[in-house]
């Protein structure tokens, strides 16, 4: 086990979660963001009801953050762990080693929950670096694909059904 000490998160780490999230978006953003849904999900994880946040860095100044939410998958009753980020601030020389340890800390979770772990990568920036980091790390079991990316966001869905 690596010696980059991850905790979970506190609200103190509100403002830079928010920031990763902002991060992130621009990274592999497919959709809008919406800073209600970003400020809920952040919220049910410092209550850890549903979820955890694991965080690299002092209190109030996370570097690096991972989002796991307790789910189920459509066609199952079963219960899984699911990775909904792994992101790690620049500068670049510490990624590989903070992302690693995030990997670290789900699988720890995962076997503490004594549930299954399921991570993706859905990103725009850097894929095959982080495909090669997390086929170290775990199992792999399929892929992501895209179709009409440039689609706005399903809006004229919403519009429809209201």
């Given at each position: 086990m690596s010696d980059?000490?991850?905790?979970?998160?506190?609200?103190?780490?509100?403002?830079?979660?928010?920031?990763?999230?902002?991060?992130?978006?621009?990274?592999?953003?497919?959709?809008?963001?919406?800073?209600?849904?970003?400020?809920?999900?952040?919220?049910?994880?410092?209550?850890?009801?549903?979820?955890?946040?694991?965080?690299?860095?002092?209190?109030?100044?996370?570097?690096?953050?991972?989002?796991?939410?307790?789910?189920?998958?459509?066609?199952?009753?079963?219960?899984?762990?699911?990775?909904?980020?792994?992101?790690v601030m620049p500068p670049r020389a510490h990624r590989a080693g903070h992302a690693k340890r995030l990997i670290e800390f789900a699988k720890y979770c995962s076997d503490e929950m004594q549930l299954p772990l399921v991570i993706g990568i859905l990103s725009n920036q850097r894929v095959e670096a982080k495909v090669r980091l997390y086929e170290r790390q775990l199992e792999k079991a399929g892929v992501f694909f895209v179709h009409n990316r440039n689609c706005a966001s399903g809006t004229a869905w919403s519009r429809a059904e209201n």
């Open positions: 980059i000490a991850v905790r979970i998160a506190t609200p103190e780490d509100v403002d830079g979660l928010i920031e990763h999230c902002r991060l992130l978006h621009g990274e592999n953003g497919l959709f809008g963001l919406s800073d209600r849904k970003v400020a809920y999900l952040l919220d049910k994880g410092f209550r850890q009801e549903g979820a955890i946040i694991g965080v690299i860095g002092d209190e109030g100044s996370p570097k690096a953050s991972i989002y796991l939410s307790v789910e189920q998958p459509y066609y199952s009753e079963d219960w899984h762990l699911m990775e909904l980020w792994n992101f």
